[in-house]
C-alpha cells in the first residue's frame, strides 16, 4: 500500500467503506442512511458545501485543477444533489386545468412533499436528470431508459395517504406505454382511502355511508345554470368580485348563463335584482357527452352525480369475485397487479386457476377533484394504486394568472399559503 498514491487510497477507503456502510444500513432496515457516503464523497473529493462551517477555514493551497473541472465538478454535484431532493424530498408542480379550482387554481406551483408517504423509489433509475418523461425541447422523445426497471418499494415516510390529502400521483388510465413513475402527473383529492365503500347520491359524496367531512379551505364548485332578465348579469362583478373566471363560464346567452361556480356563489348571484332562478344542473349527462363513467359497462346507469356503491380495495382483503364485479376490479387484478386474467363459460380463471376468489396485492385510494362537474378522476378511470402515489401537495410558492396583465399576473394573497 505504501506505493499507491494517496488519491487512490482516498478512492480505495471510500469504496470499502460504502460496501461495509451498504451491508449494515441493509441488516438494520435504515434505507435513509444510504445517503450517508454521498455526503462522504463530497467531504473527501468534491468540497462543494462547507460542512464545518463553523469553524475558520485555512487559506487553501492553489488547486492544480483547471477551471473546466472545478466548473464540470459543480455541476455535476449540483444536479445529483438537485436530483436527490426532487426524487426523495420535494418537487415543484403545476396546475395545468380547473379539475381542483376554486380550491387550488390553475397556474399555482405547488411544492409537493415525497417525505410525507415515503419517496418511490424510481422505477426506471436511467434517466435524463431533472425532467419527467419527455426530452427538453422534444415533444415525445423518451427521456428514460428501460433497460434496468426496479420493482416498487416505498421508503419509510411520515404517515399514510389520509382522506381529504390533497395528493400527486401518476394517472393509472394513461396507455401510452410509459412505466408508472414516467405517466402524467395529476393532483386531486383523496376523498377514500383502503377499504372505503364510496358512493355520490345527487352529487353529495357519501364515505363509508356518511357525508363526506369536508376539510376547511375545500371550495367545491359544480356546474349551475342561472336564468336572468333585462340586461343580464354584469361579468365585471363576477369576475370582480366573486372570483370568477372566464374559464369558470362555459355558456351564456341573453338571459340565460352556465358556470361552475360554488354554492356560497350561488347565493350570493341569486340575490341580484334581475336574476330569476340559479339552479344546479342535475342532468350531468348533458355536461360531456363524451365522459365515460368506471366501470365503463353497458350495463352500469351510474353517472358524475350518482355513483357507486363501490368499495376500494385494501392490501390482504379478499372479495367474492363474479361476473357482476369483475367489470370494477379488473384492471386491479390484470393489469395493476399482473395477473392473468380469463373469463369463459366455466367461470373466472387467473393464472390459469378457477377461483371465485381474489386478495389483493396493494392497497388502492379514490381521487376526486373539486370542481365536480368538471375534474376527470376516479369516477371515470377507478382506483389509484399505491404504487401511483408520488406526494403530498403542502403549499403555493407562486401563483400565475395568465388572463391577467402586468403585476396583477400574480397572484399575491396565494403565494406561500397551504394547500387544504
Request: contains cysteine; proline residues 4%; glycine residues 4%.
Amino acid at each position: 500500500m505504501k506505493n499507491i498514491p494517496r488519491k487512490f487510497l482516498k478512492i480505495i477507503y471510500f469504496f470499502l467503506f460504502t460496501f461495509i456502510w451498504s451491508i449494515f444500513v441493509y441488516l438494520i432496515n435504515g434505507e435513509w442512511l444510504y445517503f450517508i457516503p454521498l455526503i462522504v464523497s463530497d467531504i473527501i473529493f468534491f468540497e462543494t458545501i462547507s460542512w464545518q462551517f463553523w469553524k475558520k477555514k485555512n487559506k487553501k493551497k492553489k488547486s492544480n485543477k483547471s477551471e473546466f473541472r472545478n466548473w464540470a465538478e459543480a455541476i455535476l454535484f449540483a444536479v445529483v444533489a438537485a436530483t436527490i431532493l426532487r426524487t426523495f424530498l420535494i418537487e415543484a408542480y403545476t396546475i395545468p386545468t380547473s379539475s381542483m379550482e376554486k380550491s387550488m387554481l390553475i397556474g399555482d406551483f405547488l411544492f409537493v412533499s415525497k417525505t410525507s408517504y415515503g419517496p418511490r423509489v424510481p422505477i426506471t433509475p436511467i434517466a435524463f436528470p431533472l425532467v419527467h418523461h419527455t426530452l427538453p425541447f422534444t415533444k415525445n422523445k423518451k427521456s428514460y431508459s428501460e433497460i434496468i426497471k426496479l420493482p416498487f418499494h416505498r421508503m419509510q415516510g411520515f404517515g399514510d395517504v389520509e382522506r381529504n390529502d390533497c395528493v400527486v400521483f401518476n394517472w393509472p388510465a394513461e396507455k401510452l406505454g410509459r412505466p408508472v413513475d414516467k405517466k402524467e402527473n395529476y393532483v386531486k383529492r383523496c376523498v377514500g382511502i383502503p377499504g372505503d365503500e364510496i358512493e355520490v347520491i345527487n352529487g353529495v359524496l357519501n364515505v363509508n355511508k356518511s357525508p363526506q367531512e369536508e376539510p376547511i379551505g375545500m371550495k367545491k364548485q359544480f356546474l349551475y345554470k342561472i336564468q336572468t332578465k333585462g340586461s343580464g348579469l354584469n361579468k365585471k362583478i363576477l369576475y370582480d368580485k366573486f372570483d370568477i373566471t372566464k374559464n369558470d363560464v362555459i355558456r351564456s346567452g341573453a338571459h340565460e348563463y352556465t358556470m361552475f361556480i360554488t354554492e356560497e356563489n350561488s347565493k350570493k348571484i341569486e340575490k341580484f335584482k334581475n336574476v330569476i332562478s340559479v339552479k344546479r344542473n342535475i342532468d350531468t349527462t348533458k355536461i360531456n357527452l363524451d365522459i365515460r363513467i368506471f366501470p365503463n359497462t353497458n350495463s352500469s346507469n351510474w353517472n358524475i352525480d350518482n355513483f357507486g356503491p363501490i368499495t376500494i380495495p385494501k392490501k390482504g382483503s379478499t372479495i367474492n369475485l363474479n361476473k357482476e364485479n369483475l367489470a370494477i376490479y379488473k384492471d386491479v387484478i390484470k393489469r395493476y397487479e399482473s395477473n392473468n386474467l380469463k373469463v369463459t363459460d366455466q367461470g373466472i380463471f387467473i393464472n390459469d386457476k378457477l377461483t371465485s376468489e381474489y386478495t389483493f396485492q396493494m392497497n388502492y385510494y379514490w381521487m376526486m377533484g373539486d370542481n365536480r362537474h368538471n375534474s376527470a378522476d376516479s369516477r371515470m378511470w377507478g382506483f389509484v394504486p399505491e404504487d401511483h402515489i408520488v406526494g403530498k401537495a403542502l403549499f403555493v410558492w407562486m401563483s400565475w394568472d395568465t388572463n391577467a396583465k402586468g403585476l396583477n399576473k400574480i397572484r399575491w394573497d396565494r403565494l406561500f399559503t397551504s394547500v387544504k
